[in-house]
């Protein structure tokens, strides 16, 4: 399909050739728009040879009969409307983009009988296209060709609602909001030769546009902040180690800000305790989290969210080097704690470390999540379908697992204690940055609880869902953009009143 759409809304339209899309709900009939594509009725012989029960997401596609104007009509299933799945029409736009094939227009029809579709709905179905519709091919000199000419880079679709006029007004905002996605899927999925800490930063630096204000840190200004833990792991590299501090002030001049830390090792080779060659390539991700914050940050400008939020990522290169930190290393962190590096390849918690301390010594913030692709062990634990939750408060977990059924970013709470704490005891020095075989992912979490004091606090490991996604209705790509709509949801339907 082509990798945009170019969305308008209406309250009525005829369509011109291209596809037309209407919905039908579990068990029942399409809406009244299908007798307006489909004057000749053929429909329901086309539902029933097919045995279309409506599931949700569901679809059937028919070659337009003539007297229509359409093309193509799609048909796709709601689902039983009485319960519908937890952010169930961004789904449905991402299910309806995959039916455009090599459509230049479609007209989707948002109708079924008995069934509400407010405009937030509408506006949700939107940015389910937008989200379905992006690819990374910035590198693909040759056109995708279609046997007749190229695929068109754009579909125009219209979106036909009774709720078309308010919906247009919302879509500027869930446009902020898809965009910060993309933008995330974009860092991620950059190669690690165009995207270091410097470009990296560059990229950040950009959202001063939308009135983001930027601060970002040099290795002269953390070495003076003490920034051991971090800038041990960035010393194996040539490329110069950046923290990037990202401020939105959308709320009352007074209020304590939110804040959100990210993970940006832009690639990670383990270090002297290095990786095996297959699938290395892999760690140009490792930036996962980073680039979450990063797109959290330019959703809620874009939307303008009443919210004050700090966004802060540590940005370095794990290599292997003459110059690169060796297992038996000691560092102090920021927070005068002294770290054994017995794994030069457990790098992130490092980086997050000293990132935390600043952001907690320095904005004080209500809260504080940070994301990481921290662990291999996360995915042995969840797969790929929810990210890991480690967390020292309950309200705050339980507002992340709720913001993450709504928006179908979902987290999984994993326990913390005492027990797991003292793995990480080291004999040299306050603690060690590898516990004991198991639990990896936990003891991962407890180290970097060592450096939040009593701060509100939660960790997103997301090793698993922000990288080498699976596909699924709206995210075709290798980089999901995991953590945005999460943390945008959580800002939206906690923190900002
Ligand atoms: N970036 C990796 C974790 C990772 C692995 C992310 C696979 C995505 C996919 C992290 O820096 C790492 O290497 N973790 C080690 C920790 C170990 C040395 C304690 C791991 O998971 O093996
Ligand atoms: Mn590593
Ligand atoms: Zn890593």
Redesign the pocket.
Known sequence: MPKSVEITFARSAKPAGGVAVVLAAEGAKPGPSAEAVDPAGVLKKALKVAEFKGKARTAVDVIAPSGSSADRIVVVGLGNTAKPDPDAWTRLGGAIAGRFGKARRATVFLDAPDVEIDAAAVASVAMGMELRAYRFDRYKTKKKDDGNGNEPDTVKVTIVAAAAAAAKKLWSEYEGIAGGVMLARDLVNEPANILGPLEFAAKAGELSKLGVEIEVLTEKEMKKLGMGALLGVAQGSTRPARLVVMRWNGGKAKSKPIAFVGKG?VF?T?GN?I?PAGGME??K??MGGAAAVTGLMHALAARKAKANVIGIIGLVE?MVDGNAQRPGDIVTSMSGQTIEVL?T????RLVLADALTYCIDKYKPEFVVNLA?????I?VALGQFHAGLFSNDDTLSEQLTEAGLATHERVWRMPMGADYDKLIDSKNADMKN?GGRYG?SIT?AQFLQRFVDETPWAHLDV??TA??SPANEISQSWASGFGVRLLDRLVRDYYEK
């Open positions: 090792v990670d383990g305790s990786k892999d760690m991700g490792d794990n794994n390849d457990a790098e992130g692709t921290l662990t291999g062990a995915m590898i990896g991962a090793a698993g990288m080498g």
